[in-house]
């Protein structure tokens, strides 16, 4: 089993220890929700927008990982899919690759490293950008949120000279470069490249109110005939997102801070705490305070003794500790 840490594991470690220990040395997992799957299917799509994929291309990109993933494509889904759509053609609408002529582009890279206190890390970053002629590197991390945001000042950023996966992307990336013997005049900067989702569905297109002597499967139909195709939804919503003159309140580029000082302790901080997750009496403190964080904690139940990890429907086993980390991606595109 792989001894290293991640983000995503240190994370779960700070949220509570047992939620470690049930995520990262029982190996359970819980089955993706709607947004983790919606984010998963937009990077696909953004892979393209890197690697200089038309539109139609990366969006293709997209739709064969959903075919992948999925059996058959509910009425849900169908309606998520048409979201997703409308994000990634707004993207390209909003962002250029004009910029990146000329440099090393690093797509869902791995990596390893070892911090100075010797614990080792991995992880994989979206894109990591590498310009040899001004010897500058930048990491662009791809989020969707759905919360609310309007602007840079929001508290959503505030956070992230913190963020445990900014503080372990960074340092990365500095490291990786400089062994490939790229020259570094400085820390590798790093971008929050977010998404806003949206939770509209289709709707009603005028108000039905009940006719005289109308039964209720009469008004229903009548409601049913209607209602938005999702072909219409996708076109309002697309109105929402399409950015009139460069300017949309739905996407965001947030260059996360770097002070030298604060980098180094967090690296420091984190690397003790990952060294108390390999002790089996610190997992087993569990940390009621964070049980509602989120939306709940999924494990609640088990903590309560109301379901068991091994008999339970919500969970599914895997067989690494860092399944994420499948080195399938791994793509350098010198353009």
Not at 172 to 197: G, N
């Amino acid at each position: 089993m792989p001894k290293f840490e991640t983000s995503s594991s240190i994370t779960a470690g700070l949220q509570c220890p047992t939620l470690y220990k049930y995520k990262y040395v029982d190996l359970y997992r819980t089955l993706p929700t709607v947004a983790m799957f919606t984010g998963l299917t937009i990077h696909k799509g953004l892979e393209g927008f890197f690697s200089f994929m038309s539109l139609k291309e990366s969006i293709n990109k997209m739709e064969e990982y959903m075919d992948q993933e999925l059996t058959g494509w509910t009425e849900d889904q169908a309606i998520a899919w048409e979201k997703m759509k409308v994000y990634l053609e707004c993207y390209f609408l909003k962002w250029s690759t004009d910029d990146l002529e000329g440099m090393d582009i690093y797509i869902e890279q791995e990596f390893r490293f070892k911090s100075d206190l010797g614990l080792e890390f991995g992880g994989k970053w979206d894109v990591l950008i590498y310009d040899p002629k001004t010897m500058t590197a930048l990491i662009y991390e791809h989020k969707t949120t759905s919360s609310k945001l309007e602007s840079e000042a929001d508290s959503y950023f505030a956070k992230l000279p913190l963020d445990v996966q900014c503080t372990i992307y960074r340092e990365a990336a500095y490291q990786f470069l400089t062994t490939k013997e790229c020259k570094l005049v400085e820390m590798p900067r790093l971008m929050y490249d977010v998404i806003k989702t949206t939770k509209s569905k289709p709707k009603t297109k005028k108000r039905i109110v009940r006719r005289k002597n109308e039964t209720d499967a009469e008004l229903l139909q009548r409601k049913e005939d209607a209602m938005e195709t999702v072909r219409e939804f996708g076109e309002r919503i697309r109105d929402e997102y399409f950015p009139r003159g460069g300017e949309s309140k739905k996407y965001f580029r947030h260059e996360v801070p770097y002070v030298a000082s604060n980098h180094k302790r967090r690296l420091i901080e984190l690397t003790e705490y990952a060294k108390l997750l390999s002790s089996k009496g610190f997992q087993e403190i569990r940390n009621s305070t964070s049980c509602g964080n989120y939306g709940g904690c999924a494990f609640m139940d088990v903590c309560l003794g109301r379901e068991r990890l091994d008999d339970s429907l919500k969970f599914v086993k895997t067989e690494e500790k860092h399944p994420e980390l499948d080195g399938k991606g791994n793509t350098k595109i010198q353009n």
